[in-house]
Structures are given as structure tokens and as C-alpha cells.
């Protein structure tokens, strides 16, 4: 799918009737946005009288890079509430910003910084369309996003200015309640590797356990290895250090939580994609019993499906086939992709064509933040098209690995990587948003990792229960 073309410029009338949408979700009302000549959007409310005037800026918000210059404005000093105690990015091409941010009319305020345009360019990700600047694995890397540079990757931004419009929407329209939302946390695990051996190939299972040996010095796995894969047959053989899902299900169902397990289900890299087969009795079996605990089966397309729409569909029916095989059941269907590959708009028709309900890829590899500068689900949106999508986007805001890998932020299982986790948290928090974390089957092998992610799922959740 060819993304060089160019895009229709922001602002546009069907970019504007999705962000509408947007609004709507977040406060509760729906909300008129139009465009008044090529200097503002109005934001009005149908029946009432007054309006916000939000000036337009096409220059910044349609830019394919990151490496515009970024300025400050503290809130506080115009009279606005702010949900983090730090002054707010404005990213612009102008430097010649007036003295106020915000101006009362008579009909409302005039907003001279493009609240709209900035969550158009961060939701859409027009940031990452048709970088070239990738890392090794194709991915639109964290230190290359304007976030990172100007330091906000760890703030959910998007939400913030939308906050500050809370505020001007309810001076302008006091008789009007907005709707509040609550704090969230969402877990999900990518099952990559449901078992350390048991679907090994008979050369890999040599290979893996030779490595165990010289590598890992777990002479053990010269007996436990072949032991697994004779007793991976009908289930999960009981004692194999990867199958941890009854575990996580345990945990999850003790903070009120429903797990998410992502499955891959195709093929088309080797030597990244799962040694499993979806139709496996022992991979059926751990699908029927996460069904019937009441948690969630979803896609982890396979690694080259990132820019073949079509193989997502395909690798979708599948899940879909021999999930209806076993009585699993679902409302919709999520999932995420496979070592966060992701092109932007390619991936996003991907999961579209496919149907699904939701996908959660959308968080950094190398950094945990947000991307996509929310917590908040929301519609997707393809800026190439300029077409609003029934698929809808939950923002990931950190993976294990991420934080723990020394490849990645490297700070194991100690008390500065709780910290992190924390931080992330207490951003969703301020702004009542969700707090979604991937954490793999596979990487709750160790007493380090399992007390790390119970010690953060019990800080979360105390804190929710307590709203």
C-alpha cells in the first residue's frame, strides 16, 4: 500500500467530524465543529448560544517529521486548572505566539493554539507516516518522536489540552454537566511462547536445550526439556516454567481484572513467530480454559503481517475458526501486534479490514510513554484516507520488557523499574484514563518478575478501588 501520496490537509471536514466524535465520548455531549474561513474551527453546541474559536495551524499539524520546535504555556497563569503540575508542550512552527494563550469574547473564548490540530496530528499519528528513521525491526522508534525530544513522551498530552477545553466548554456552557470518567487498569499478555519446550521442532528442542546448558548453566534442562515436549500433549504440561496462565488469571481475578491473551496464528517469519499451532489440543485446551474463566482470546498477528492488510485477515479468520471450534465466544475482538511492528496507515487497515474490534500496539518499545498522547481508547483514523474507522485504538503505555530488558530502558526487576511503572500510572490517574500494561506469559518465569507484577497490580488496583 503506497502512503507517499499526499494526505488531505488538516483541517478537513471529516478529520473534524471525528474529532467530534472524539469530544463527544470524552464529555459526554455532542458538539458542532466547523471550519470559519482558513483561521479557525468553531466548536459550538447545537441549541445554544456562544461558541469556541480554537485558530487553526496547518503548518505544524500536517508536518510527516518530528523536528518542529516545541514551546511551554503554563495554564495556571491564565486561570485554567491543570491536571500535572508542568507547563504544557505547544509544539509550533511560529515564533511569534500572542502575549495570551486564551481570550474571553463575548460568545465564549478564543484559544490561540490549535488544541484541535495537535490531537489530530498525535491521535493520527501523522508523526510516523513515511519515516525512514526506523530501528532494526522496522519500528518508528520513542527517540525519534517529537515526545521524546521535548520531553513530554510521559505525559498523556493530548489529554491534558483536552482538559483545559473541558474547562472553557463548561464557562461557556455552565448549565451543561460533562461526563467524568474513572480510572483504569487493563492487562493483556502476548502469548509468544506458551511453553519453554513443548513445541519445539526435535533439531530446535536440541538447539534450545544445548543453550540452556552453555548459556544459562541449567544442566536440568538436559532432562526437563525432552520431559515437557513428551508431556505437552492434550494440555499444557503442568510444570513448564512458561505456563503461567493460571497464575496470571489468579492474579487478575483477585484485583477485579480481566486478562487479555493475545495469540499468534500464523507464519511468516520462522524465526520470530511462534513454534505453536493454533490448532494444537494443548493450545485448544488453553483456549477453552481462558474462556471459561471469563478473560479474553485476541490476535497477535505474526511478524510480517505488519505491512500485508490481508495477511491480517486471514491470520484473524483463523483465530476466529478455531475459537467457534471450541465454544469461545466473544462480543469483539482485540488484539496487538507482534514485536510492535506498525506502519502507518498500513497496519491500521489491517486490523480494519479484518474486523476487529480494537488493536493495542500503539506504545514504544524502546521507551514506555504515550504515543499517542492518551490513556484514553478512541476511534481510528486514517490520514491518509482521511477517513474516520470502525476499528478503535487502546493506547499501550508499557511493556515489561521495555522497562525491565537491558536492550530497551534496562532496569530489571528493582525498585527504580516499580517506579517507572508507578510514574505511568499516576499520569493516567491525573487525568482519569486507562492504564493499559502488556506483560508476557513468558517473562513471569521468576520470583523477581511475579513479585513485581503482583506488587504494581496491588498499587493499582488498591488505588482504583479506593475512587
Not at 72 to 96: A, H, K, Q, R, Y
Not at 142 to 159: E, N, Q
Request: aromatic share 10%.
Amino acid at each position: 500500500m503506497n502512503t507517499n501520496k499526499p494526505m488531505n490537509c488538516w483541517p478537513n471536514a471529516e478529520a473534524l467530524l471525528w474529532l467530534g466524535r472524539i469530544l463527544s465520548e470524552r464529555y459526554g455531549h455532542f458538539f458542532l465543529l466547523e471550519i470559519s474561513g482558513s483561521e479557525k474551527t468553531l466548536i459550538k453546541l447545537p441549541g445554544e448560544e456562544g461558541c469556541l474559536e480554537i485558530v487553526i495551524d496547518p503548518i505544524t499539524f500536517n508536518q510527516r517529521a518530528s523536528d518542529m520546535p516545541c514551546q511551554f504555556w503554563n495554564p495556571v497563569s491564565e486561570g485554567c486548572g491543570s491536571t500535572i503540575d508542568s507547563p504544557l508542550p505547544m509544539p509550533t512552527m511560529s515564533n511569534d505566539l500572542p502575549e495570551l494563550l486564551i481570550e474571553r469574547h463575548p460568545n465564549g473564548y478564543r484559544v490561540n493554539f490549535d488544541i484541535l490540530g495537535f490531537s489530530y496530528w498525535m491521535l493520527a499519528r501523522v508523526e510516523e507516516i513515511d519515516r525512514v528513521d526506523l530501528d532494526g525491526y522496522q519500528r518508528f522508534p520513542a527517540t525519534a518522536s517529537h515526545g521524546y525530544k521535548h520531553g513530554y513522551l510521559k505525559r498523556p498530552v493530548v489529554d491534558e489540552w483536552l482538559n483545559v477545553l473541558a474547562q472553557l466548554i463548561t464557562n461557556t456552557w455552565p448549565h451543561i454537566q460533562l461526563k467524568t470518567s474513572q480510572f483504569e487498569v487493563k492487562v493483556s499478555h502476548d502469548v509468544d511462547c506458551p511453553s519453554l519446550y513443548g513445541f519445539s521442532s526435535p533439531m530446535r528442542l536440541l538447539r534450545n536445550v544445548v543453550a540452556s546448558v552453555i548459556k544459562r548453566r541449567d544442566v536440568k534442562a538436559l532432562f526437563s526439556g525432552f520431559f515437557i515436549r513428551m508431556n505437552t500433549k492434550e494440555t499444557l504440561y503442568s510444570k513448564d516454567p512458561f505456563n503461567t496462565f493460571d497464575w496470571i488469571m489468579d492474579i487478575s481475578e483477585r484485583h477485579g481484572l480481566k486478562s487479555a491473551f493475545y495469540f499468534i496464528c500464523g507464519r511468516t517469519d520462522r524465526r520470530r513467530d511462534a513454534e505453536y499451532e493454533l490448532e494444537h489440543p494443548a493450545i485448544r485446551d488453553l483456549l477453552r480454559r481462558i474462556h471459561k474463566r471469563g478473560h479474553e482470546v485476541g490476535l497477535h498477528p505474526s511478524f510480517n503481517t505488519y505491512m500485508e492488510p490481508q495477511e491480517i485477515v486471514q491470520e484473524a479468520s483463523r483465530l476466529r475458526k478455531v475459537c467457534e471450534e471450541e465454544g469461545v465466544h466473544q462480543s469483539h475482538w482485540g488484539g496487538r501486534m507482534h514485536y510492535l511492528r506498525w506502519k502507518q496507515p498500513v497496519t491500521l487497515i489491517g486490523w480494519e479490514v479484518a474486523g476487529m474490534a480494537y488493536d493495542s500496539t500503539l506504545g514504544y518499545a524502546d521507551m514506555a510513554g504515550f504515543r499517542c498522547g492518551t490513556c484514553f481508547e478512541y476511534p481510528a483514523f486514517d490520514p491518509i484516507a482521511s477517513k474516520k474507522l470502525n476499528l478503535r485504538i487502546r493506547p499501550l503505555i508499557v511493556m515489561e520488557c521495555t522497562v525491565i530488558a537491558d536492550r530497551y530502558m534496562g532496569l530489571g526487576h528493582s525498585d527504580n523499574a516499580l517506579k517507572e511503572f508507578m510514574l505511568l500510572k499516576n499520569a493516567c490517574q491525573s487525568v482519569n484514563g486507562t492504564f493499559t500494561i502488556l506483560w508476557h506469559n513468558s517473562q513471569l518465569v521468576s520470583s523477581d518478575s511475579r513479585f513485581l507484577y503482583q506488587t504494581l497490580l496491588e498499587k493499582c488496583c488498591s488505588i482504583k478501588q479506593l475512587q
